[in-house]
């Protein structure tokens, strides 16, 4: 058994509007299943080495959901835990406040770990922090407390 840590961007994308984000629905997760399943998430991933956290938002964004976006501003950082076979695995993620630049929402590609869908926009007025993963509740709660 080994212990691992990963760096992951995560985006809280506003449209140009200002008046919806854009949030990812899993399907399904190969080690998070409980904790994922039917619950929306932030669009974003994992660094790749020698990245920066404004490019690795970029790719994560555009590979998942189709779309171009701008990083703002840093908005909070957060952690979570899960077992993937022997190894318990640590995601220290940065959530960002995201404009949509261009783009048209596409299917997302076969992951490794995760099933999504489509990525759809939510009106900020209609969203229910219980419907997002556990571990992106605090910041989704943070965003909200700052827009409403």
Known sequence: ???????????IILNRSNNKILVQKYVDGKFTRE?????????GGKMDFGETPEETLIREVKEETGVTVKPIKIFQTYTWTYQR?????QIVATAWIAKFVKGKLINPPEEKETT?????????????????IEDEKQAIG???KTCL
Do not use: C, H, T
């Open 85 to 89: 076979n022997e190894d318990n695995i």
């Open 35 to 43: 904790k994922v399943r039917g619950k929306y998430g932030l669009p």
């Open 116 to 132: 999504l869908e489509k990525a759809r926009w939510v009106n900020i007025k209609e969203i229910k922090i219980e419907d997002f």
């Open 1 to 11: 058994m080994s212990n691992a840590m990963f760096i992951a961007q995560k985006a």
């Open 142 to 144: 943070n965003f909200l």
